[in-house]
């Protein structure tokens, strides 16, 4: 019986052999992850339902202080929220803190006073993100370390200066659906006690995944886009309340150690240079404080600051500082690394908590500075607009409707989009209103609209010849991943460009989906024809839904003197 036990003691998951911020006292009053689901921070990997269950929990011990927001549903049903935190007295001010905000983020009609007004009381507001990828475990873990934290330490500068100087959002599980699937996989594979060896059952994860969310979706790439309900939920936060800087957190593979910017080559030309700037000063703070740890890290490698559509690099279009941080994954409770070293998924939670709170701090610390850099960004905004070209005009003559889903998609992300108010006249060519959407150039997402609409996004010179000759040296390349993205392309918009302005811009077009007609059709005998085209597509959806008969036409045919196309 004594072997058996001690046996057992042996096998146990390690803990963090740290605390994670030595020597703070913690205010009783706020429950603690384990008197709510039943283990610690860093001991278990908890399932998405219970870490929205102990948000729930700390708002409602806290709730002058935090503020907790319900942005989407999973296509699994599952709530996705983010915890907005701050002192009692912006809390309580909390819609006129966001109006504030969005005056600064819209820049028209501030004087240079009642810019450097608002430059000097208003938070700096910082954005956590975790769990993008639902198998990238211990981020969510870190998140919910970082709540009670920030909400029970007593008497911790840090925190003092973070909740005077700013806001600090924090959405704790990115994708719930990827995660539960990971926690069904890891609770199914796993023994009595977790087993370290990379070739174990539990750290062999079937496919799909835990990565992807319930349609396979990988929700890092689809920020711009807004393909899914988690993602377009996640950028309406971002429209909403306009953060400065966005930390990322991720994990990478289990040999690693932990990687925070500077980014590696290449980088984005659209960004800016206070944006690159902000980078050094982060990076320095969070090297600080890892050295001062014992923690082992990376940078100017391997992750580049090149897609625009991450969900920290998205932020960066709008004027603010983007940042991915990446653990090394135990990918289960406990792992042996190829060099001896045991990692577990507690350390993974500790440094991802460590990064995440210096971030908060050090953007508390450097707020005006910050949100200087982040209004001059979308002031040069306009500038460059107004240095030409005045327009860019989207404009689709086969498929109409494909126009307006882009201009849609362009609102989505906090791009100004006009109809026109009746045909115009670009290079040369006459368009009518019908398919013709107008992007005045002189706006605060000047770059944004650059980096979605232009065919090339210019690579620096010298990395593309880097990469040409570890080419020729059959070298693998340094690139990351995504390289190509235009907009006008994957839609099939032309996008002509307005060096002056055509003085069509009417009204500005709505995000929204346009409301069904109210004349409904006339009588018919024998059917209805829907001429082939993206908008026919998605109403034979809903017809099917509803149960309708369709048919389609397997070749083109002449009707009434009109002619109609295959698939109609």
């Not at 019986?1 to 911020?21: H, K, N, R, W, Y």
């Not at 998205?314 to 045991?342: C, F, I």
């Not at 190509?484 to 099939?492: A, E, F, K, R, T």
Request: charged share 25%; proline share 7%.
């Amino acid at each position: 019986m004594l072997g058996s036990l001690l046996f057992a003691a042996l096998i146990q998951v390690p803990t963090p052999d740290q605390e994670f911020v030595p020597g703070t006292q913690y205010d009783p009053g706020i429950p603690t992850l384990e008197e709510v689901v039943g283990h610690d921070f860093g001991e278990e990997v908890t399932h998405p339902d219970d870490v929205v269950r102990y948000f729930e929990a700390l708002a409602d011990a806290a709730p002058d202080r935090t503020h907790l927001v319900r942005y989407a549903e999973s296509w699994e049903g599952r709530p996705l929220i983010v915890m907005v935190v701050g002192s009692a007295e912006r809390m309580t001010n909390l819609d006129a803190v966001k109006a504030d905000l969005a005056r600064l983020a819209a820049v028209r009609g501030l004087s240079d006073s009642e810019v450097d007004e608002l430059i000097g009381r208003l938070p700096v507001v910082t954005a956590l993100m975790h769990g993008v990828h639902g198998n990238e475990i211990s981020s969510s873990g870190a998140a919910m370390a970082e709540a009670y934290h920030l909400l029970a330490a007593q008497n911790d500068p840090a925190v003092d200066a973070i909740l005077n100087e700013s806001l600090v959002i924090i959405d704790p599980v990115e994708n719930p659906d990827g995660r539960a699937r990971f926690v069904q996989h890891t609770t199914m594979s796993r023994a009595r006690w977790p087993n370290e060896q990379s070739y174990s059952a539990e750290h062999d994860e079937p496919w799909p995944g835990g990565r992807v969310n319930h349609y396979l979706f990988d929700l890092n790439r689809d920020l711009f886009i807004q393909s899914q309900p988690e993602t377009s939920g996640k950028v309406d936060v971002f429209l909403e309340f306009h953060p400065h800087v966005v930390a990322d957190l991720h994990e990478m593979g289990g040999n690693s150690t932990y990687f925070f910017p500077p980014t590696a080559p290449p980088e984005n030309p659209w960004y800016g240079e206070r944006q690159i700037a902000q980078m050094e000063l982060f990076g320095q703070a969070n090297a600080e404080i890892f050295d001062e740890r014992g923690f082992a890290y990376f940078n100017r490698d391997v992750y580049d600051l090149f897609y625009p559509g991450y969900v920290d690099m998205w932020p960066m279009n709008h004027g603010a500082l983007g940042m991915t941080y990446e653990q090394a994954s135990a990918r289960a409770l406990v792992l042996r690394k190829n060099d001896g070293d045991l990692l577990t998924y507690g350390d993974g939670v500790l440094h991802h908590f460590v990064a995440a709170l210096k971030t908060a701090e050090t953007a508390a610390r450097n707020r005006q500075r910050i949100l200087r850099d982040y209004y001059d960004f979308r002031r040069e905004g306009i500038e460059l607009g107004e240095d030409g070209p005045a327009e860019y005009v989207l404009h689709s003559a086969h498929d109409p409707s494909m126009a307006e889903r882009l201009a849609r998609m362009l609102v989505e992300n906090g791009i100004d989009v006009r109809e026109p108010t009746g045909p115009i006249q670009v290079e040369g060519r006459d368009l009518p209103a019908r398919g013709t959407y107008i992007v005045p150039m002189d706006q605060p997402a000047h770059r944004f609209v650059r980096n979605l609409l232009d065919d090339h996004v210019q690579m620096d010179e010298g990395f593309v010849q880097r990469q040409i000759e570890r080419r020729a040296r059959r070298e693998g390349d340094e690139i990351y991943d995504l390289t190509s993205w235009s907009q006008s392309l994957l839609w099939d918009v032309e996008v002509m460009i307005a060096t002056d302005a055509t003085g069509a811009a009417g009204p500005a077009v709505d995000g929204t989906r346009p409301p069904a007609p109210e004349t409904m059709l006339p009588e018919s005998v024998v059917g209805y024809l829907l001429p082939w085209g993206t908008a026919a597509a998605e109403a034979v959806v809903e017809a099917l839904r509803d149960g309708i008969r369709v048919r389609a036409a397997g070749e083109a045919f002449t009707l009434g003197g009109r002619d109609y196309p295959v698939g109609t």
